[in-house]
């Protein structure tokens, strides 16, 4: 059985989760998300580096055997840094994901990009799908609004139609694909369906296909029989997470820890890697 570490900002990464228990039904999951700490796409990169060093700390000690970094924020701004600090565990992100599958998709060479404002900024998503063919055109759009919303609940109203068709109307309409470059955006992806006709993508089915096949290369036994437990963690609040993330992943979550690891010395505190 493989021990993966997953995290995200807050709920977000459930999405990313829900397919690799998909997946990899047999496998045990720790799962991080650093609600307290959400949004992290209106933070500086620095500050989303040191927040990411402090999970991968804490899944490392935890004796993970791979990492995912189920925020496309933290891949954007962290995923380098956490290799070189981590080299002996194989860490992806959601980003090269996500570009493959828009790279495959688009006919009209023309993809479209929802993600944070920080995402946006870092040029994440245009530098992944460039470096797989360099003639396609990427139009970004940052949605500052989207993640604080999904964390609290969104709420299916007119108003926030509004917000969502607004940032969707910068979207032009030769972009016949949309990748959803948040890994919250899934939650929403019917509100988002009503103005964008084209095909969505959202990486987290290519990144779980990933995972599995990183797994198999680095010889890291998968337990193809039995069946698999995910423990939950996070930073704030935990009934808010429950919530969003129950619903989204259609089964009830019996306990979730809270621990914020950016208010403890995890060199002084001894995990218990069972
Ligand atoms: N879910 C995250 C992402 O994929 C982060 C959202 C946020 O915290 O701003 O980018």
């Known amino acids: 059985m493989a021990k993966i570490g997953v995290f995200d900002s807050g709920v977000g990464g459930i999405t990313v989760l829900k397919e ?30 040191e927040l990411c060093l402090n999970i991968g700390e804490f ?5 993970v055997d791979a990492i995912v970094i189920a925020c496309n924020t933290a891949t954007a701004a962290s995923i380098d840094i956490l290799k070189e600090r981590f080299p002996f565990i194989p860490i992806l992100g959601v980003i090269e994901a996500g570009a493959r599958v828009a790279e495959e998709t688009t006919a009209s060479r023309c993809t479209g990009i929802l993600a944070t404002p920080a995402t946006v900024a870092m040029g994440a998503y245009p530098r992944a799908i460039q470096s797989i063919d360099s003639s396609l ?22 108003e926030n139609e509004e917000i969502v068709k607004g ?25 988002i369906a009503r103005f964008f006709k084209g095909r969505i ?35 704030g609040d935990t009934e808010k997470f429950q ?19 950016s208010a403890i010395n995890l060199s002084v505190i001894n995990l218990n890697a069972s």
């Open 137 to 158: 055109s990427v139009i970004q759009r940052g949605c500052p609004e989207f993640c604080p919303m999904i964390e609290d609940g969104w709420e299916d109203t007119l």
């Open 20 to 49: 690799i228990i998909k997946n990899l039904p047999g496998e045990e999951i720790i799962y991080y998300g650093d609600n307290k700490y959400a949004p992290y796409g209106n933070r500086t990169v620095e500050n989303i580096r």
């Open 167 to 191: 940032h969707l109307s910068h979207i032009p309409e030769q972009a016949d694909t949309l990748v959803l470059g948040c890994t919250h955006y899934p939650i929403i992806k019917n509100i």
């Open 59 to 63: 899944l490392v000690k935890s004796k």
């Open 243 to 261: 919530k969003v993330a129950e619903s989204f992943l259609g089964q009830k979550i019996e306990k979730i820890y809270q621990i914020d690891l």
């Open 201 to 235: 993508v959202d990486p987290a089915e290519e990144t779980a296909i990933s995972l599995r096949k990183e797994l198999l290369l680095n010889s890291i036994k998968i337990n193809e029989s039995g069946k698999g437990h995910t423990e939950f963690y996070v930073s």
